[in-house]
């Protein structure tokens, strides 16, 4: 049996953490066996990783490195969380896959694309969600959004510190990859009350998963 791969994708503070919180308890509710889980750091290695990368020290990561890191954060979190958890028939959702490399280390940093899609094919050792949400949003709401969630004390990260046009090409980046696979990327617009969102997202999912996978009784 084999499960179904679930992926949510967007810019800062476009509300993935909060629909992917919300659909997994949908789910759960309606009798799915869901593995929740995120990148970076959806594993103990992943979390070290993502400490490196959201909150280097010393001199800043080359582009690189931050490049290889994630992509070492990606196949650990295949190989110990993805993989077996599809295997089993559960329904993954994760709060960022292989998309996020195309629009963050291609279009935000400048990286080449064919050489991304070669290691990310590499990294994921096939594994490729079925169904990938992004969640749209202008950089200035998501941004003023994730300031807000942070509040005065906490410090900004890595990416929260790049400039308004880095996030403007990831976003573009995004909606570059939803325009060359729009059976996979359904971009849902963020710019809406949260409950109508969830209602569309679940809905949605539920009808890639009927026939699928049946609704558990
Ligand atoms: N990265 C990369 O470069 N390459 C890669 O391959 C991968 C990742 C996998 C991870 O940061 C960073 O790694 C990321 C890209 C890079 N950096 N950036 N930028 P992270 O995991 O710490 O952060 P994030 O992924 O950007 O997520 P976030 O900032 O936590 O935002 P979010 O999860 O999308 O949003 P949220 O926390 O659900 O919502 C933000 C706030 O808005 C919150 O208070 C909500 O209650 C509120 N919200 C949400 N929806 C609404 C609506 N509809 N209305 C009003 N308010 C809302």
């Known amino acids: 049996m084999t499960g179904f791969f679930i992926t949510f994708e967007g810019i800062e503070g476009c509300g993935k953490s909060t629909h992917v919180a919300a659909l997994a308890q949908s789910l759960?509710?309606?009798?799915?066996?869901?593995?929740?889980t995120r990148e970076p750091?959806?594993?103990?290695?992943?979390?070290t990783l993502?400490?490196?990368?959201?909150?280097?020290?010393?001199?800043?990561?080359?582009?690189?490195?931050?490049?290889?890191?994630?992509?070492?954060?990606?196949?650990?979190?295949v190989e110990e969380?993805?993989?077996p958890a599809l295997r089993a028939g559960k329904v993954v959702i994760s709060d960022r896959f292989v998309d996020s490399t195309l629009a963050y280390q291609g279009h935000g940093r400048g990286i080449e694309h064919d050489l991304l899609l070669r290691l990310n094919t590499f990294a994921c050792g096939g594994y490729m969600p079925a169904l990938t949400i992004l969640l749209d949003l202008s950089v200035e709401e998501g941004l003023r959004r994730a300031n807000k969630r942070r509040g005065a004390t906490e410090t900004v990260d890595h990416f929260e510190a790049e400039s308004t046009a880095f996030h403007g090409r990831v976003r573009q980046g995004f909606l570059a990859v939803a325009?060359?696979?729009?059976?996979?990327?359904?971009?849902?617009?963020?710019?809406?009350?949260?409950?109508e969102i969830s209602q569309e997202i679940l809905a949605l999912v539920l009808t890639h998963l009927t026939p699928h996978a049946p609704r558990p009784t």
């Open 28 to 36: 759960r509710e309606c009798g799915y066996d869901v593995v929740a």
């Open 41 to 47: 750091g959806g594993t103990a290695t992943g979390q």
């Open 50 to 77: 993502r400490n490196i990368l959201l909150h280097p020290t010393g001199a800043p990561l080359a582009t690189g490195a931050e490049l290889l890191l994630m992509l070492a954060d990606r196949a650990q979190h």
């Open 81 to 83: 969380v993805i993989a």
């Open 179 to 195: 325009q060359a696979e729009p059976q996979r990327v359904r971009v849902i617009d963020s710019l809406r009350p949260l409950a």
